[in-house]
């Protein structure tokens, strides 16, 4: 009896552990179905979000092959899409199929000696500050356009069938330094047109004048311009050429062949892009030191790197805005290394000359003197100076490019408005872009309109 009383406390507590056990498997089990079901919830929550991902990726890849398909590049679009992970899927082999059968209707441009180069300066924003009749104003209303008649003017282009292109699309040097002409593509109907804009440096005498007072990033890296407005306020937007163009671009892709913009062509005794760059004339050796050299340089070279992205290039325009025709060899080559010492930092290099004054360094005949010999030494291919007689005149050379350009501004439209010259006829109509807030505007389209009458 006393033995049966020994063993009751042992099987309990064997009843108790199994009992304890079976606990512990069941809250296991619990776990377990309750970690499958969250994981099976998962599962079909993330299958809509994965779908919708693809879905998204696909839409940002078709979006990008149809940029490149409308600026003519549809070897870009069906080489994207063919390397894509879904080069298989019905949407994108569609697109392919679109894009071959499109960029077989392209033609090629009969004659690369027959593309017009048109260059403006930088746009009057407010022509009552520009036009205010102090000693500034002539060269304004000579020199400059306002930003009204661009934008107008591009509109025109545009709906002319202009496209603009780099002067590396026109002709490049092949393997063995020799220029050659470049297959131009494009479908029927549309031309090709090169776009400068000579002293992008937003030089100190425009303060105050009603001009942007630099080229500059905004908060999400975009190219845009800072402006005093009428009020004194500081303001960021599009207030010169650029940014415009730019502007322009995203809305008809088809202005641009393969992303191009256009040449912007620099000095740098004032600075590059409205940044006090320039070490001889604001370093801390100068006879004018400025406190933001540095900052500037810094700030003027991220702005360059993101002009190169958005499809622009540079040119010199000569460090001191010289007459390259009219200097020594010896003062050309000076100022090419000061030009080289102080803007080639923050542009990069270039192969680009536009030469100051509208000069050159020659006659039409083929270069060959001292002159061309130094520049193209220090890696310039590409010549430009300035001629209005015509809408077009280029020279293939054994290893160079030259083209002439057309300068649009005040001269030349007055000149268009008289019936002086009507080389401007062929990309906008003067008169209906002219703008009524020049001092000459009145006066002119009345005798303008007496002479074509």
């Given at each position: 009896?006393?033995?049966?009383?020994?063993?009751?406390?042992?099987?309990?507590?064997?009843?108790?552990?199994?009992?304890?056990?079976?606990?512990?498997?069941?809250?296991?089990i619990?776990?377990?179905?309750?970690?499958?079901?969250?994981k099976?919830?998962?599962?079909?929550?993330?299958?809509?979000n994965?779908?919708?991902?693809e879905?998204?990726?696909?839409?940002?890849?078709l979006?990008?092959?149809e940029?490149?398909?409308?600026?003519?590049?549809?070897?870009?679009?069906?080489?994207?899409?063919k390397?894509?992970?879904?080069?298989?899927?019905?949407?994108?082999?569609?697109?392919i199929?679109?894009?071959?059968?499109?960029m077989?209707n392209?033609?090629?441009?009969?004659?690369?000696?027959?593309?017009?180069?048109?260059?403006f300066?930088?746009?009057?924003?407010?022509?009552s500050?520009?036009?205010?009749?102090?000693?500034?104003?002539?060269?304004?209303?000579?020199?400059?356009?306002?930003?009204?008649?661009?934008?107008?003017?591009?509109?025109?282009?545009?709906?002319?069938?202009?496209?603009?292109?780099?002067?590396?699309?026109?002709?490049?040097?092949?393997?063995?330094?020799?220029?050659v002409?470049?297959?131009?593509k494009?479908?029927?109907?549309?031309?090709?047109?090169?776009?400068?804009?000579?002293?992008?440096?937003y030089?100190?005498?425009?303060?105050?004048?009603?001009?942007?007072?630099?080229?500059?990033l905004?908060?999400?890296?975009?190219v845009?311009?800072?402006?005093?407005?009428?009020?004194?306020?500081?303001?960021?937007?599009?207030?010169?050429?650029?940014?415009?163009?730019?502007?322009?671009?995203?809305?008809?892709?088809?202005?641009?062949?393969?992303?191009?913009k256009?040449?912007?062509?620099?000095?740098?005794?004032?600075?590059?892009l409205?940044?006090?760059?320039?070490?001889?004339?604001?370093?801390?050796?100068?006879?004018?030191?400025?406190?933001?050299?540095?900052?500037?340089?810094?700030?003027?070279?991220?702005?360059?790197?993101?002009?190169?992205?958005?499809?622009?290039?540079?040119a010199?325009?000569?460090?001191?805005?010289?007459?390259?025709k009219?200097?020594?060899l010896?003062?050309?080559?000076?100022?090419?290394?000061?030009?080289?010492?102080?803007?080639?930092?923050?542009?990069?290099?270039?192969?680009?000359?536009?030469?100051?004054?509208?000069?050159?360094?020659?006659?039409?005949?083929?270069?060959?003197?001292?002159?061309?010999?130094?520049?193209?030494?220090?890696?310039f291919?590409?010549?430009?100076?300035?001629?209005?007689?015509?809408?077009?005149?280029?020279?293939?050379?054994?290893?160079?490019?030259?083209?002439?350009r057309?300068?649009?501004?005040g001269?030349?439209?007055?000149?268009?408005?008289?019936?002086?010259?009507?080389?401007?006829?062929?990309?906008?109509?003067?008169?209906?872009?002219?703008?009524?807030?020049?001092?000459?505007?009145?006066?002119?389209?009345?005798?303008?309109s007496?002479?074509?009458?």
């Amino acid at each position: 009896m006393k033995k049966c009383f020994t063993l009751i406390p042992i099987l309990l507590i064997i009843v108790f552990m199994v009992g304890c056990q079976d606990h512990k498997s069941t809250t296991n089990i619990a776990k377990i179905h309750s970690h499958s079901s969250q994981k099976e919830h998962h599962d079909k929550k993330s299958k809509p979000n994965k779908i919708q991902e693809e879905k998204n990726q696909k839409e940002q890849l078709l979006a990008q092959a149809e940029f490149s398909a409308e600026q003519y590049d549809y070897q870009k679009s069906i080489t994207l899409l063919k390397q894509s992970e879904i080069s298989k899927d019905v949407d994108i082999q569609s697109a392919i199929d679109t894009y071959e059968k499109q960029m077989k209707n392209l033609v090629t441009w009969p004659d690369n000696s027959q593309i017009s180069h048109l260059f403006f300066h930088s746009l009057i924003v407010d022509p009552s500050k520009a036009f205010d009749g102090d000693n500034m104003t002539q060269g304004y209303e000579d020199y400059m356009v306002t930003i009204n008649e661009f934008k107008k003017i591009i509109n025109q282009l545009y709906e002319r069938g202009y496209v603009l292109l780099n002067l590396q699309d026109i002709a490049k040097l092949d393997k063995k330094g020799k220029m050659v002409y470049q297959d131009i593509k494009l479908p029927p109907g549309k031309k090709p047109l090169i776009l400068s804009q000579d002293d992008v440096s937003y030089y100190e005498y425009m303060k105050n004048d009603g001009f942007a007072k630099n080229l500059a990033l905004d908060a999400n890296g975009n190219v845009t311009n800072t402006y005093v407005n009428e009020k004194g306020k500081v303001v960021q937007g599009a207030y010169d050429l650029v940014p415009i163009v730019d502007n322009f671009v995203k809305k008809h892709p088809d202005f641009s062949y393969k992303g191009a913009k256009g040449i912007i062509s620099l000095t740098g005794y004032n600075g590059v892009l409205g940044y006090r760059t320039s070490e001889s004339s604001y370093g801390p050796n100068s006879n004018e030191p400025d406190p933001n050299f540095k900052m500037d340089q810094q700030q003027a070279k991220k702005v360059a790197n993101a002009l190169k992205k958005e499809g622009w290039m540079f040119a010199s325009h000569t460090w001191g805005h010289l007459n390259a025709k009219d200097v020594s060899l010896d003062l050309l080559k000076k100022d090419t290394s000061k030009w080289k010492k102080e803007v080639e930092p923050i542009v990069g290099p270039t192969d680009t000359i536009i030469f100051a004054f509208g000069s050159d360094i020659g006659d039409w005949r083929q270069y060959s003197n001292d002159k061309y010999h130094y520049l193209k030494s220090q890696g310039f291919n590409y010549y430009a100076n300035v001629d209005a007689s015509k809408a077009y005149w280029s020279q293939l050379g054994p290893d160079y490019f030259r083209q002439a350009r057309i300068n649009v501004d005040g001269l030349r439209m007055r000149e268009a408005i008289t019936g002086e010259n009507n080389v401007l006829k062929q990309f906008f109509d003067v008169k209906q872009i002219f703008d009524s807030l020049r001092p000459t505007a009145k006066k002119l389209i009345l005798k303008g309109s007496r002479n074509n009458s």
